[in-house]
């Protein structure tokens, strides 16, 4: 053990052993995800993965459909359903996205231009290539639209994992309200959470984007 074990994306971790990060089931699972076609590059997130795929096996236990609400290439809930392996499961993935970066009509005016300018380095349109990524899951659905507005439109009765990483964060109120999360934060968040038993798992933004217009 080194005096700084691990670097991981947006903290480190001192005089601890991170071996779980090494393995082998979730190593595969992570490298399934990364290898998604994304434009993000190799950031070091095993941690927060890590964490996801704990949760997910958790939630697992609780009645309900996974989702995830800002998905992209799919590289972490492609990473849970390998990791799972969501075809063994009788629950549906709802996999929410406007596939083609943030609406503008959420971007705070204040906002707008570097908004604008991160959603073409990060977001091209990827729907054709995620249907693609998640087609070997049977019952993975991605759905295309804006979230809020499409959250309706898919039959989702209870909800046992929930992911919310749409970077902006008028949508991320309105999908938990919609959930029925009470969750008041000023800043925009990257969380993880199983709803029926309250497990909760936050990491805050890191970018500048931090705000959003209100929500409708
Ligand atoms: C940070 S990326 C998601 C990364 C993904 N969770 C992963 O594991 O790589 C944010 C995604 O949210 C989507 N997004 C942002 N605002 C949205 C909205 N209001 N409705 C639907 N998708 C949105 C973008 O298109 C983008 O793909």
Redesign the pocket.
Known sequence: MTRQAEEHFCFSVWDQHTNFLKDRKFQDAYEF?LN?G?R?GRMPQEWQFYIACCLASHALHLDGDFV??????????L?ICKYINFNSIDKSFYL????????EY?ILESEREYALDY?KQ??PD?YELTKTNFSPFTRAIPVR????D?LASVPIEAVCYL?L????V??ELLSCASFGISFREGQSC?LTITISNGTFCRNKRWTPLRKSKEPR
């Open positions: 995800g998604s994304h993000y995830e609400c800002g998905v992209n290439t799919g590289r972490m809930s990473t929410f996205d406007t596939y083609c970066g943030m609406p959420q959603n990060w977001y990827v639209g804006i979230v809020p499409t992911h990483d749409m970077n902006i008028a949508s990257y």
